[in-house]
């Protein structure tokens, strides 16, 4: 048994991992300050695995005192670092919270795992570095060039856990850079459930088809690609999961940097066929003004992760719609849904 502590553990991405990591029989220690998510996610994360979590501490790892507590509390071997702000457009507009948040919070928790001769990190990262680049698809050696300031933030934080480790040989650290994590636990008690009007693609699609929404805008029906939308590499937020797992236990020295991504690119309007075409539901969709910042396409080589692992994603296209689509109908208004409501699989 491991004690992982999972920063941002009660987010889209954080709780499917935790269920990922209770179910392979590690101890669960969770940050969060439920900014952008709900201590529901955590109480379905149990529900999900069967187990409870070890600890749940609620606050900002940029608290020192707090941190410190946690790494006192438990006997934790490595941490995933999730605890984030994640919005483009927000971090345009906050770019100096975006940069303290993220970038402060990273060297916090560098320092107190340090401290407390915890030495095994994995680094939430993702595309969004690589920035505005015609590569297709994109390894791990294109130079990063991020435009918005939270893609540079996760930049910087590379940077950051690369020179920790290169000073301090005993602390080993990879940072996973997802494409675009979509789907939920196939249970239907977990998945997406954005504060807000969602700005990503799948969960906006999700809140059209329940009908929270009367249609979704495609931005942009005039990119080089085959329909004219933009092509992007979805990714199962189970196979995100997994990966971060079997990081956990691929840690050994150094830093090193992994794409998360199947390889396969789906336009938006693709993604909207192949949702309507799985789920027998009809999504009003209208092609309008290119949203500024998207490039047209972005697909994952996912071949070092595969070369040095062996892992690859699992689930396909299919399977990604089924399980958004599963989770919405039986949480039409997300975490905020009796949760004895949700129960059943997917059909
Ligand atoms: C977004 C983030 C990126 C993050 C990634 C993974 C932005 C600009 N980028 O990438 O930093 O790493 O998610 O979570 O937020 N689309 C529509 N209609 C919508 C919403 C989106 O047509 O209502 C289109 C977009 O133009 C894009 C595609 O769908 O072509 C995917 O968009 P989105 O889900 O926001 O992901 P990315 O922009 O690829």
Known sequence: MTTVLVTGGAGFIGS????????????????????????????????????????????????????KRVFESHPIDAVIHFAAKKAVGESVALPLEYYDINVSATTSLLRTMLAHDVHRLVFSSSCSIYGQTETVPLDETEPPSPTNPYARSKWFCENIIADACLRYPELTAVALRYFNPVGAHASGLLGEDPRGVPNNVMPYMMQVAIGRRPELQVFGGDYPTEDGTCVRDYIHVMDVADGHR??????????????????????????????????????????????????????????????????????????????????????????????????????
């Not at 990591?21 to 955590?42: G, I, R």
């Not at 999900?48 to 941190?67: N, Q």
């Not at 789906?266 to 949203?291: N, Y």
Request: charged share 25%.
């Open 16 to 67: 499917h991992t935790c269920v990922e990591l209770l179910e392979h029989d590690y101890d669960v220690v969770v940050v969060d300050d439920f900014s952008n998510s709900s201590p529901q996610a955590l109480t379905r994360v149990e529900k999900a695995a069967g187990r409870p979590i070890a600890a749940l501490h609620e606050g900002d790892l940029r608290d020192g005192t707090l941190l």
């Open 246 to 347: 079997v990081a956990l236990g691929r840690l050994s020295s150094g830093f090193d940097v992994f794409n998360l991504g199947t390889g396969i690119g789906t336009s938006v309007l693709g993604l909207v066929g192949a949702f309507e075409e799985a789920c027998d539901v009809t999504i009003p969709a209208r092609v309008v003004e290119r949203r500024a910042g998207d490039v047209p396409k972005l697909i994952a080589d996912p071949g070092k992760v595969a070369g040095a692992w062996g892992w690859r994603a699992g689930h396909d296209l299919h399977a990604m719609v089924r399980d958004a689509w599963h989770f919405q109908r039986l949480n039409p208004d997300g975490y905020e849904t009796e949760l004895s409501l949700t129960s059943g699989s997917p059909s």
